[in-house]
Protein backbone atom coordinates (compact mmCIF):
# COMPACT_ATOMS: atom_id res chain seq x y z
CA UNK A 1 0.00 0.00 0.00
CA UNK A 2 2.46 2.15 0.45
CA UNK A 3 4.89 1.54 -2.18
CA UNK A 4 2.84 2.35 -4.62
CA UNK A 5 2.09 5.12 -7.18
CA UNK A 6 -1.04 5.96 -5.25
CA UNK A 7 -1.30 8.97 -3.11
CA UNK A 8 -1.61 8.14 0.42
CA UNK A 9 -3.03 10.56 3.29
CA UNK A 10 -0.73 12.08 5.74
CA UNK A 11 -1.22 14.17 8.46
CA UNK A 12 0.35 17.32 10.17
CA UNK A 13 2.97 15.14 11.78
CA UNK A 14 3.37 12.55 8.70
CA UNK A 15 1.37 9.58 10.02
CA UNK A 16 -0.37 8.35 7.21
CA UNK A 17 -4.41 8.27 8.00
CA UNK A 18 -6.40 5.55 6.96
CA UNK A 19 -9.97 6.16 6.67
CA UNK A 20 -11.66 3.00 6.95
CA UNK A 21 -14.24 0.87 9.12
CA UNK A 22 -11.77 -0.82 11.72
CA UNK A 23 -14.06 -4.10 11.89
CA UNK A 24 -11.98 -5.94 9.58
CA UNK A 25 -8.25 -4.50 10.27
CA UNK A 26 -7.38 -7.34 12.54
CA UNK A 27 -7.41 -9.50 9.82
CA UNK A 28 -5.70 -7.61 7.53
CA UNK A 29 -2.62 -6.90 9.89
CA UNK A 30 -2.31 -10.60 10.56
CA UNK A 31 -2.62 -11.02 6.19
CA UNK A 32 0.40 -8.31 6.19
CA UNK A 33 2.48 -9.70 9.11
CA UNK A 34 2.11 -13.54 8.11
CA UNK A 35 1.08 -13.60 4.60
CA UNK A 36 -1.48 -15.92 5.36
CA UNK A 37 -5.17 -15.93 7.74
CA UNK A 38 -7.69 -18.56 8.73
CA UNK A 39 -11.29 -17.65 7.00
CA UNK A 40 -12.61 -20.76 8.18
CA UNK A 41 -14.29 -18.38 11.35
CA UNK A 42 -15.21 -15.30 8.78
CA UNK A 43 -17.38 -17.35 6.85
CA UNK A 44 -20.12 -14.32 6.90
CA UNK A 45 -17.59 -11.69 6.44
CA UNK A 46 -15.47 -12.78 3.74
CA UNK A 47 -17.39 -10.39 0.95
CA UNK A 48 -16.45 -7.43 3.35
CA UNK A 49 -12.80 -8.86 4.07
CA UNK A 50 -12.18 -8.79 0.07
CA UNK A 51 -13.49 -5.32 -0.39
CA UNK A 52 -10.44 -4.33 2.05
CA UNK A 53 -8.09 -6.60 0.79
CA UNK A 54 -8.81 -4.90 -2.63
CA UNK A 55 -8.38 -1.56 -1.15
CA UNK A 56 -5.07 -2.19 0.90
CA UNK A 57 -3.93 -4.11 -2.67
CA UNK A 58 -3.25 -6.94 -1.04
CA UNK A 59 -3.50 -9.44 -3.53
CA UNK A 60 -3.18 -12.63 -1.51
CA UNK A 61 -5.83 -12.16 0.65
CA UNK A 62 -8.09 -11.17 -2.36
CA UNK A 63 -7.00 -14.84 -3.71
CA UNK A 64 -7.98 -16.31 -0.15
CA UNK A 65 -11.52 -14.78 0.06
CA UNK A 66 -12.24 -15.76 -3.63
CA UNK A 67 -11.48 -19.38 -2.51
CA UNK A 68 -12.68 -19.58 0.38
CA UNK A 69 -16.24 -17.69 -1.54
CA UNK A 70 -16.09 -20.86 -4.29
CA UNK A 71 -15.68 -23.49 -1.86
CA UNK A 72 -18.83 -22.49 0.45
CA UNK A 73 -20.86 -22.13 -3.23
CA UNK A 74 -19.65 -25.71 -3.99
CA UNK A 75 -20.75 -26.92 -0.21
CA UNK A 76 -24.02 -25.09 -0.68
CA UNK A 77 -25.11 -26.34 -4.44
CA UNK A 78 -24.33 -29.74 -3.21
CA UNK A 79 -26.55 -30.23 -0.32
Do not use: W
Not at 11 to 20: E, K
Request: with cysteine; hydrophobic share 40%; glycine share 6%.
Amino acid sequence: MFETGIPVARDDSGAVFVDRDPTHFRLILNFMRDGDVDLQKYLEDVTEIQKEAVFYLLDGLVELCKKRQTAEDELKTKK
